[in-house]
């Protein structure tokens, strides 16, 4: 167990190398590079475009800004933002809590509801019941998300007015429920998208196991249909959905960029909108590095905990 | 099977016949009969400036579907080639190209797109290579898995023992077999590219008005909410459509191994 923990860590270090090399040249291969903003703005002169280019090392051959760039990154230092100065980790930590929050709560929601749902329709397949899940969780792999939200602003939030429609707090403080009931629509919006595509998974990897000759055998020993169900074949069917949950898990860090800026909610996705709009790529860049590494590390997390579940994957 | 393919071959003639299906021009500016409630005369309402939402839709149906089918293709030609290669291949070319998918993978692809599209200012060809180009990788992978099991077998050897070069093995011999996955990844891109466009559209960066996409109408509709809200549900209803069509599409063509 400890050589695969090991040996999975050391993949991820030149897989993570790969990805700073994309998110670097991304960056760089823009025309105008990272000074674009200033290329149109008429009070900047040529020959201060050209100080500052010197300035930031820009006029060094790619590879050593690449290297000063991820060495620095590796230490921390994240550099400082285009659009107001500031040092780029402490406008990223800042808007750590509100992602981890909403992301939090829309996990804990999708997988209360993946659960009953892929175990229910693998037990009843082709029943009304997996019917009618199915169909609505088509729906919700195919739903776009910004349009979902504004559905659900313009019904509860415009129509009813029963939840407001964005922000994270009323201004001027706000108790517990006023929280609450800011976090409500986005996690929905999330929540919803993601157990749909969860739930499906859980059904296919539910059946493929209950077809598998040791539920027979546990089956015909005697046991409850309940326990064969619940303690042999969710077990083996749990590990492929741990991967997907957790790399999902990952991408959230930046893939609730559009619900967050739907709801004007002010996490790391709101940060990326902001940093695009200002040409901010100190953050961008930051922010694409983050969200990646988050996968690559959760990547390991998922195996380690497919590991743990179902031992074979270890040894293999 | 039925429903999902009349459906989309639906959308996709009202798309082509645009001119003929639209009762007004996409871009016809009527400020008499702005904001309009849907009608007889104006089936899902007037915008802000009069135009005729039915017709933005169905003209709006050109830019989705295209950038969708045509991003698809893009990315299943890429993912093909790639996955094919590295599949094929196998050693420190198949390690090589699938760290750089992994790679590709890890990074989120709409910030990616985003970022891309912000700094490019595409037109709608550039815009259908970009979300082409960020979705090759689910496919490299599915090939590359295919070849790699088909590769072991008996016909390849011998169509190579046969005389036939590794080109002519790939395409001829390996190819046909990975059809069906390809075509399930390839039906599953073109979902996965209207909604990209729509919401690369829906943050201004994707589609620039006037030129109707189910996106960039979402993305006027955001003002209105709360006083036009037919025009925010008629695109949406219209990209939910497609896609939901699509998936159950791409659901079928997978179950049929």
């Known amino acids: ?316 | 099977m039925r429903l999902p393919a009349f459906l989309i071959a639906c959308l996709i003639a009202a798309a082509i016949a645009a001119p003929l299906v639209a009762p007004y021009g996409p871009e016809r500016i009527d400020l008499a009969r702005r904001r309009e409630a849907p009608s007889l005369a104006h089936l899902f309402g007037t915008d802000e400036l009069g135009r005729d939402v039915f017709s933005r839709v169905v003209y709006g149906a050109r830019v989705s579907l295209a950038v969708g089918m045509l991003s698809a293709v893009v990315a299943s030609a890429c993912g093909v080639a790639i996955g094919g290669v590295a599949g094929y291949a196998g050693g420190a070319l198949d390690a090589g190209l699938m760290r750089v998918t992994d790679g590709m993978l890890a990074i989120p692809r709409l910030p990616l797109l985003m970022i891309a599209a912000v700094v490019l200012q595409p037109s709608v060809p550039m815009l259908i290579l970009l979300i082409g180009l960020a979705g090759w990788m689910e496919t490299a992978r599915v090939v590359r898995a295919e070849f790699n099991t088909l590769g072991g077998r008996g016909f390849v050897e011998s169509a190579r023992a046969a005389g036939a070069g590794h080109i002519r093995v790939l395409v001829r011999h390996l190819l046909p077999n990975a059809a069906q996955a390809v075509a399930v990844s390839l039906t599953l891109a073109v979902a996965r590219g209207i909604l990209l466009e729509s919401a690369l559209s829906f943050f201004g960066v994707g589609v620039r008005p006037p030129a109707a996409s189910w996106g960039n109408m979402l993305y006027q509709a955001q003002s209105a909410l709360g006083t036009e809200p037919w025009l925010a549900v008629t695109p949406g209803v219209f990209i939910l459509l497609t896609t939901v069509s699509v998936n159950a599409l791409g659901d079928r063509l997978a179950s049929r191994s």
């Open chain 1, 1 to 316: 167990m400890l050589r695969f923990i090991v040996r999975r860590c050391l993949q991820a270090v030149p897989l993570l190398v790969i990805v700073s090399a994309l998110v670097f040249l991304l960056i760089h291969a823009a025309p105008g590079g990272p000074l674009a903003i200033y290329l149109s703005n008429p009070n900047v002169r040529p020959e201060d475009i050209e100080r500052l280019r010197r300035a930031l090392g820009l006029d060094r051959p790619l590879w050593q800004q690449y290297w000063t760039w991820l060495w620095a990154f590796a230490r921390g230092d994240w550099g400082y933002s285009f659009s107001d100065g500031r040092p780029v980790t402490a406008r990223i930590l800042e808007r750590v809590p509100a992602t981890l929050e909403l992301v939090g709560a829309a996990l804990v929601w999708a997988i209360a509801l993946t659960m009953p749902t892929g175990i229910l329709a693998a037990t009843r397949r082709g029943r009304w019941f997996d019917r009618l899940t199915t169909i609505v969780s088509m729906i919700g792999i195919s739903l776009p998300g910004f349009w979902f939200g504004l559905l659900l602003q313009m019904i509860f939030a415009v129509g009813l007015g029963w939840l407001p429609s964005s922000g994270r707090a009323t201004p001027g403080g706000g108790d517990v429920l006023d929280h609450v009931q800011h976090l409500l629509l986005p996690t929905v919006v999330l929540a919803v998208v993601l157990a749909s595509g969860w739930s499906r998974y859980l059904r296919g990897s539910m059946l493929e196991t209950l077809s598998l000759p040791f539920i027979v055998s546990a089956q015909a020993r005697g046991l409850s249909r309940r326990r064969v169900v619940l303690h042999h074949a969710l077990r083996n069917a749990l590990g492929p959905l741990i991967a997907i949950v957790t790399v999902d898990a990952a991408l959230l860090v930046s893939g609730a960029v559009v619900t967050e800026s739907v709801f004007a909610w002010p996490g790391l996705g709101s940060l990326f909108t902001e940093a695009l709009a200002r040409r901010d790529y100190t953050v961008l860049m930051a922010l694409l590095m983050l969200s990646a590494s988050a996968v690559v590390a959760f990547n390991v997390v998922a195996d380690f905990a497919h590991a743990v579940v179902d031992p074979r994957v270890a040894v293999s």
